[in-house]
């Protein structure tokens, strides 16, 4: 049975990811546009959620190599805290099967509530690098395996995640902390879209049209983050997060 839809609804999966990729470069939750997109349009559950790690992993690297030539991400220094991720996130993945998520969908829209509120009363939080909390590696290693863990596992609102723990630990200002988190999202998207391709749940024509938009979408987005900085990733996060809490709410709690 082909689940491709048909030229209509395939150009607007085309659509809404080239939007998600843009967005999603900047500040995270691409995925509450393309993931209800894939279902509205039918596909099954599975398949909606390997295909759309196929179309994110564009962006996320796209995302990662624009920041990477515009100097905000260097790599190298980053390293162990990829693989770090990649670990945590074949672990989340393995784990699906095994642990009710249900206490996430409650417990992870009432910690994004927090973050707002925290943003909201510290309007100068990331505006520019701060002092760090926790050694480079030590960081790395354990920001990689847990919140890698939580992507492969469950995954709504790691960006942010991510972000504010670059922010708020390792001293980084918004610019830079959203540079580093698309290099950290493209190495756990790429071990959960390899669990999903081995399960044969990716409808891969669909994903790869969708990935080439969220690559446009996403390269169109980092170049926005390097011209207008933190002030701008702080705002277009704030709106992200709010739009993530929405979702799980509707989704899992509604």
């Not at 995925?31 to 997109?37: E, M, Q, Y």
């Not at 905000?72 to 784990?95: M, R, S």
């Not at 847990?146 to 918004?174: K, S």
């Not at 704030?238 to 709410?249: D, E, F, Q, S």
């Amino acid at each position: 049975m082909s689940y491709l839809p048909g030229p209509l609804g395939f150009a607007l999966l085309v659509l809404a990811a080239a939007v998600a990729g843009f967005v999603d470069s900047i500040a995270g939750g691409g995925g509450i546009i393309t993931l209800p997109a894939l279902l509205a349009a039918g596909l099954p559950p599975h398949l909606a959620l390997g295909t759309n790690k196929l179309q994110s992993s564009f962006g996320s690297l796209t995302a990662t190599l624009r920041f990477r030539a515009a100097g905000a991400l260097k790599l190298k220094d980053i390293l162990p805290g990829l693989a770090a991720t990649a670990t945590g996130a074949a672990l989340g993945a393995i784990a699906v099967g095994a642990v009710d998520p249900t206490f996430l969908r409650i417990l992870i829209p009432i910690l994004l509530v927090c973050i707002l509120v925290f943003m909201a009363l510290r309007p100068r939080f990331g505006a520019s690098a701060g002092s760090r909390r926790i050694a480079p590696l030590p960081f790395w290693i354990g920001a990689g395996l847990l919140l890698g863990f939580y992507d492969g596992f469950f995954g709504p609102g790691v960006g942010t995640f991510w972000v504010i723990a670059l922010v708020g630990l390792a001293g980084l200002d918004m610019r830079e902390a959203t540079a580093n988190t698309k290099a950290a999202n493209f190495s756990s998207n790429v071990v959960s879209l390899g669990v999903f391709l081995a399960a044969g749940t990716v409808v891969a024509p669909l994903g790869l049209a969708m990935g080439l938009a969220q690559a446009g979408g996403a390269f169109v987005g980092s170049r926005l983050v390097m011209k207008r900085g933190a002030p701008f990733v702080r705002v277009m996060l704030m709106v992200m997060t709010a739009g993530m809490v929405v979702y799980l709410v509707v989704r899992y709690w509604l």
